[in-house]
Nanobody
Framework: QVQLVESGGGLVQAGGSLRLSCAASGSIFGSSAMAWYRQAPGKQRELVAVITSGGSTNYADSVKGRFTISRDNAKNTVYLQMNSLKPEDTAVYYC????????????WGQGTQVTVSS
């Protein structure tokens, strides 16, 4: 089992910044990826950014150049630095952990609200 605890959400004005954190605990091993998803009211959950255990990253087109995902392997924590926030970034942000291979596994955090005012 892997438990994920997010923090860092809140209310910010457009153009501002926030940093989300996701602390993972439990059976973390093997080839894996940690990601941030978001879900706005009335919309489907969408991938925002992902970082693999090897350090590769990928971003949704809508956040490229504004958001940065990083991880601290010693702390089993992944971060999402969000700059130049826009009202359309308003959503609940969820942390996700996926382990690949024969010990395939997936876990979600409880979500943290990010609200960007115009």
């Amino acid at each position: 089992q892997v438990q994920l605890v997010e923090s860092g959400g809140g209310l910010v004005q457009a153009g501002g910044s926030l940093r989300l954190s996701c602390a993972a605990s439990g059976s973390i091993f093997g080839s894996s990826a940690m990601a941030w998803y978001r879900q706005a009211p009335g919309k489907q959950r969408e991938l925002v950014a992902v970082i693999t255990s090897g350090g590769s990253t990928n971003y949704a087109d809508s956040v490229k150049g504004r958001f940065t995902i990083s991880r601290d392997n010693a702390k089993n924590t992944v971060y999402l630095q969000m700059n130049s926030l826009k009202p359309e970034d308003t959503a609940v942000y969820y942390c996700n952990y996926k382990r690949y291979g024969i010990y395939k596994y997936e876990s979600w955090g409880q979500g943290t609200q990010v609200t960007v005012s115009s």
